[in-house]
């Protein structure tokens, strides 16, 4: 009987990872972001939070295949958008509409 040896796949798992996130090639421009769940507050969903802690409101986020769950960690590139005369619920930050987004 052969013994199953579960590193070669492990080492496969781990490349595929690695090989997948974002490099300097396929993420230009885009920045590091969390998705957080602000539905506990009046008027708000999912805002991102960026590296720096800057909060950002999208306006387009369903608009992309991405699951949205509290704390998922994601590449965004997004640009802020003048919202002057429009009234949001929810004001956490500058509205931005996404124009990149994938996991990390």
Same mark, same amino acid.
């Given at each position: 009987?052969?013994?199953?040896?579960?590193?070669?796949?492990?080492?496969?798992?781990?490349?595929?990872?690695?090989?997948?996130?974002? #490099?300097?090639? $396929?993420?230009?421009?885009?920045?590091?972001?969390?998705?957080?769940?602000?539905?506990?507050?009046?008027?708000? /969903?999912? @805002?991102?939070?960026?590296?720096?802690?800057?909060?950002?409101?999208?306006? /387009?986020? /369903?608009?992309? #295949?991405?699951?949205? =769950?509290? $704390?998922?960690?994601?590449?965004?590139?997004?640009?802020?958008?003048?919202?002057?005369?429009? @009234?949001?619920?929810?004001?956490?930050?500058?509205?931005?509409?996404? =124009?990149?987004?994938?996991?990390?």
């Amino acid at each position: 009987m052969k013994v199953f040896k579960p590193f070669p796949f492990v080492i496969l798992i781990l490349l595929a990872l690695v090989f997948s996130s974002c #490099d300097k090639s $396929n993420c230009e421009g885009m920045q590091k972001a969390t998705i957080i769940d602000y539905s506990g507050f009046d008027g708000c /969903n999912y @805002v991102i939070q960026l590296k720096d802690g800057t909060l950002l409101m999208p306006y /387009n986020l /369903n608009d992309f #295949d991405i699951t949205l =769950e509290d $704390n998922k960690k994601i590449w965004i590139k997004h640009q802020v958008k003048d919202m002057t005369g429009m @009234v949001w619920l929810c004001h956490c930050g500058d509205v931005i509409e996404i =124009e990149e987004i994938r996991s990390r």
